[in-house]
């Protein structure tokens, strides 16, 4: 719905707001493709399918490579299934279905995501429907982990289950979920129904719409999609829920962060954040990396209802004709936070009280072994880049497999791509470090801190954004930098190095310590000056560095670091004291360590 008191005239619909609207509440042509003989399909059902958790992909090094053997137009197409896990809590039973799958469908590996959930690659066209439906049979789904609605709900993943806030938390990223995932019949339709009768089969995705809590009603609300409307939202919208002691999920980066508030060991209400978004077109000056600011303090009673309100005033008035400045930081960067405030309180139908002073101060990742607080343990293992896969040296897929067999211990997912085992009796402890070695996996502590602290997108070959390399480059770049602070005597420094292979963001670069974003091939943009605990952007140190200058290029800054920090000054905080200019008039004539 386009407001002209609001937005001014209405405007032309992208090519993306058009296939949705036509696309009788995303199913579009996408029975019709599936069957086909093609290994691929339309542009249209391309942007329908990313609801469905899916991104259709083309492995760019099969293509030169056949191009090269002398075909003209060749592309190896494959799919992206990606699971939505909230607050990246599955079981073991979960995470064996999904390592099934990608020896079974896929390229015999499995990615954590930034955002804690799992991602299938190279699925062709043929096995799409029996990998997600084998995903809605273990109580997983991939419903809304992509496509322009709310994506995968992140939550502080740590279990300490002697404190309820973390219990409250996590209740509040799924009755998020439930609350907001799209009710399309599309998804069971087409993924989940009986081939032969058609009939869909209940697998527990959907919610039924009797249950749906969906706030204030609004003239744009939909009687099938309430929430959404036919044509969902103008782009994708984020949400995390932290801890001012733990913002581990980076709260700031999000559309909608919620930081608890805590009294006597419970959540009491949250403190809700707006307008964090962090991708960026080089091309279009226009769009900008965002972090979230304050707009409100709310009950956590009725957290729902104002998110539900938030997203309505999203829907109805964000940029539904230019995809590049379609997310809700443009809305409330056109708007002023003010204006925007007004209009959410006229959706929630309610006054917004102001923020409490909470800041943010901590930050836990959650690695090595930690006392539960109900007598058990948990165990945070360290996963480069959250890459699961077997190799000559270490088989980090086969010792997963092990430990859920063994132990059938719950799981969660973190923001850094990493995993962690819950509810290991001390006798097992132990054990489950056996498995790891067993199998050549490094545990938590045989990491450095700079490679513990690091994570990079998948870049190349097979995501269609990808400009450059990052997680493939990555591992080889930490090589470099553990020289460099262990030459130093910095290893012990906690410090965030973030690689994208383009300037979308996915890694979260924009608010690190050190940000390496893809410009161009095999040159990137250095960030410096962001933080671990989140809540403050980077500037722009260097451009255009080739990838064999990238940590020559730090390691002079590392060294003015080492010699004229403040005590006990993070390297962020350093950097963001000193400025962009005193940086380069200090570092960049500085001799290179050997």
């Not at 959907?206 to 706030?215: S, T």
């Not at 409490?356 to 880049?385: A, C, K, S, T």
């Not at 310590?513 to 040159?523: A, E, M, Q, Y």
Request: proline share 6%.
């Amino acid at each position: 719905m386009t407001d002209s008191s609001d937005n001014g005239a209405a405007e032309k619909l992208s090519p993306v707001e058009i296939a949705k609207a036509s696309s009788d509440y995303l199913r579009g042509r996408i029975p019709a493709e599936l069957a086909d003989a093609n290994d691929f399909v339309g542009k249209e059902s391309v942007q329908l399918l990313k609801h469905h958790g899916t991104y259709q992909q083309d492995d760019r090094e099969r293509r030169t490579v056949a191009r090269e053997d002398g075909a003209a137009k060749a592309k190896f197409y494959c799919f992206m299934v990606r699971s939505a896990v909230p607050g990246g809590r599955l079981t073991s039973d979960q995470m064996l279905a999904e390592l099934d799958l990608c020896d079974e469908v896929g390229n015999s590996t499995l990615r954590i995501t930034t955002r804690q959930g799992l991602q299938l690659h190279g699925v062709l066209k043929k096995n799409l429907k029996h990998t997600i439906r084998r995903i809605n049979e273990v109580r997983l789904s991939t419903l809304a982990a992509c496509g322009d609605v709310k994506r995968n709900v992140m939550c502080s993943p740590c279990p300490y289950n002697g404190d309820p806030v973390h219990r409250q938390m996590q209740a509040l990223a799924d009755e998020i979920v439930k609350q907001l995932n799209p009710r399309t019949p599309a998804y069971h339709k087409i993924w989940l129904s009986d081939g032969e009768t058609g009939e869909s089969i209940d697998l527990g995705t959907v919610i039924p719409p009797a249950e749906l809590v969906a706030g204030r009603p609004m003239p744009g609300d939909d009687p099938l999609e309430p929430i959404y409307g036919k044509t969902y939202l103008p782009r994708k919208f984020k949400f995390a829920v932290g801890l001012p002691g733990d913002n581990s999920v980076d709260v700031y980066a999000n559309d909608i962060g919620l930081l608890a508030v805590c009294e006597n060991w419970n959540v009491i209400g949250y403190n809700l954040l707006v307008g964090g978004s962090f991708g960026v077109t080089p091309s279009a000056k226009k769009t900008f990396p965002a972090i979230a600011l304050p707009l409100c303090y709310i009950e956590a009673s009725r957290v729902i209802d104002l998110s539900i309100a938030i997203v309505k005033v999203q829907r109805d008035f964000g940029n539904r004709a230019d995809r590049k400045v379609a997310r809700m930081k443009y809305l409330i960067h056109d708007w002023g936070l003010e204006r925007f405030r007004h209009k959410v309180e006229e959706y929630f139908g309610d006054a917004l009280a102001p923020p409490r002073p909470i800041e943010v101060w901590g930050f836990n990742d959650g690695m090595g072994w930690h006392g539960q607080g109900d007598g058990l343990w948990f165990y945070g293992l360290n996963v480069e880049n959250g890459r699961i896969k077997d190799t000559d040296t270490m088989r980090l897929k086969t010792a997963l497999r092990e430990i859920c067999t063994t132990f059938r211990c719950p799981l969660r997912l973190t923001p850094q791509q990493s995993i962690i085992f819950c509810d290991i009796k001390p006798i097992d402890r132990p054990k489950l470090e056996e498995i790891l070695r067993r199998h050549g996996v490094p545990l938590t502590e045989d990491y450095s801190t700079v490679r513990r602290w690091s994570m990079a997108c998948p870049a190349l070959p097979t995501c269609g954004l990808a400009v450059t390399e990052s997680e493939r480059v990555m591992p080889t770049l930490m090589d470099q930098l553990e020289a460099v602070v262990r030459e130093l005597g910095l290893e012990d420094e906690v410090f965030t190095t973030r690689m994208t292979g383009c300037p979308n963001g996915c890694a979260r670069p924009y608010n690190s310590d050190i940000g390496l974003v893809g410009k161009t091939k095999d040159k990137y943009t250095i960030f410096l000056g962001g933080r671990v605990y989140g809540d403050r952007l980077n500037f722009i140190y260097k451009d255009l560095v080739p990838t064999s200058e990238v940590v020559p290029t730090l390691a002079p800054v590392l060294r003015y670091f080492k010699d004229a920090r403040n005590a006990s000054e993070s390297f962020g905080d350093f950097c963001h004291r000193i400025g962009v200019d005193n940086l380069k008039s200090k570092c960049e004539a500085v001799p290179q360590l050997t």
